[in-house]
Each structure stands twice: as C-alpha cells, then as structure tokens.
T-cell receptor
Framework: NAGVTQTPKFRVLKTGQSMTLLCAQDMNHEYMYWYRQDPGMGLRLIHYSVGEGTTAKGEVPDGYNVSRLKKQNFLLGLESAAPSQTSVYFC??????????FGPGTRLTVL | AQSVTQPDIHITVSEGASLELRCNYSYGATPYLFWYVQSPGQGLQLLLKYFSGDTLVQGIKGFEAEFKRSQSSFNLRKPSVHWSDAAEYFCAVGAPGGSYIPTFGRGTSLIVHP
C-alpha cells in the first residue's frame, strides 16, 4: 500500500503558467481533499470530493480547478499561476469524511 | 458550524519533560476529535482519534488525549518528550454524520531543548 501519493514533489512556475498536481490513493477512499499550507495560516481547504465524478469548493477555491474522473485520483489545476499561489499543497483522502490520510505534499513556487 | 482553537502557537519543553498541548472546540454535540503530527517537510500523520466511549484515548508514539465534554477540550499529552517529537501538532474536529469536512486548528509548534 502506497497510501496517498502526490506528483510532483517540487515545482517552480512563472507567473501565468499552468500546471496540474496529481493526487493518487490506493485505499479505495470515497473522499478526497486538496489543502494549501502557508506559514501561520494552518491548513486551508481548496476543493474536495465526496466521490468519483463530484467536486465542491472549499475555503479558498479561487484560481484553482479540480477533477475526479477516477475514484483513486484527484487532480488540482492552476490555469494561470500567480505568486500568491506559492505554497505547499497537500492532498488527503478519507474513508468516511472524518479521519484523513495525507500525502507528502507538493512545494510550489511561482515567480 | 464547528471550530477549533489551539491557544498556543509555540511550546518549548526540555527533553524528558512532560507535555500538554491544548485544544478547545466548538460544536453542538459530541464531535469526532483528532490529533495529527507534521514533522518538518512531511505530510500530516494521525496520532489518535476520539469517536465515542472511553474519554482517554491512546495513540501512537506514546501520546494520549483526554476528551472533556464540560470544558470542550481535547488536550494532547505525553509523559516524557523525546527530541524526535519536535514537530507541528494539529487538532481537528469532525461532525458525526455531518459535512465531511473536518475543521483544523492553526497548529502548535513544539520545540524540544536537549
């Protein structure tokens, strides 16, 4: 069991570029989440999914889009990156919507 | 709506000393409660959880937490801290049968002095 994996681990973008972060889980969990973590701000929920084919907005969804075409994958897209999106991004999955299993994170820098 | 407060941003302890990290929650009924640990450069790992029953729960790495309904608290404790316990600790609350979005506290950074 790999648990929750995230690709890539690090990325540097220029302002205006686009990219997709991939999250994969092999635990057959229904719920998946994308968070960003910034110093002093804790974890902030970007988007989440309660099942294959569903997505919903979290606390800070602006500038991000997501898709959950397959149950095991949850993609986070940045269409036009901005320096304010420099952050560490964490994906998590959950069997029940409560206890969460986190990936190792993606460190993104936008210049 | 539920909320979580971790009053201490930083806590400094000496190795071998006891530890207590505070967590207070706001929720209309008995919530699900969690403590997670985040070591530098890593993701969050679940330390322990409370759903119901015995209010003193044991977790991994020698940690325990006690649910006190009267104080709306779920404080994390360890009798003797090791240098490897230096990390960020997050308390979270979930709603039984609720919104599927746990609420996290801002975190407490634990510093361990040799």
């Amino acid at each position: 069991n790999a648990g929750v994996t995230q690709t890539p681990k690090f990325r540097v973008l220029k302002t205006g570029q686009s990219m997709t972060l991939l999250c994969a889980q092999d635990m057959n969990h229904e719920y998946m989440y994308w968070y960003r973590q910034d110093p002093g701000m804790g974890l902030r929920l970007i988007h989440y999914s309660v099942g294959e084919g569903t997505t919903a907005k979290g606390e800070v969804p602006d500038g991000y889009n997501v898709s959950r075409l397959k149950k095991q994958n949850f993609l986070l897209g940045l269409e036009s990156a901005a320096p304010s999106q420099t952050s560490v991004y964490f994906c998590a999955s959950s069997p029940s919507g409560n206890e969460q299993f986190f990936g190792p994170g993606t460190r993104l820098t936008v210049l | 709506a539920q909320s979580v407060t971790q009053p201490d941003i930083h806590i400094t302890v000496s190795e071998g000393a006891s530890l207590e990290l505070r967590c207070n929650y706001s929720y209309g009924a008995t919530p699900y409660l969690f403590w997670y640990v985040q070591s530098p450069g890593q993701g969050l790992q679940l330390l322990l959880k409370y759903f119901s029953g015995d209010t003193l729960v044991q977790g991994i790495k020698g940690f325990e937490a006690e649910f006190k309904r009267s104080q709306s608290s779920f404080n994390l404790r360890k009798p003797s801290v090791h240098w490897s316990d230096a990390a960020e600790y997050f308390c979270a609350v979930g709603a039984p049968g609720g919104s599927y979005i746990p609420t996290f506290g801002r975190g407490t950074s634990l510093i361990v002095h040799p």
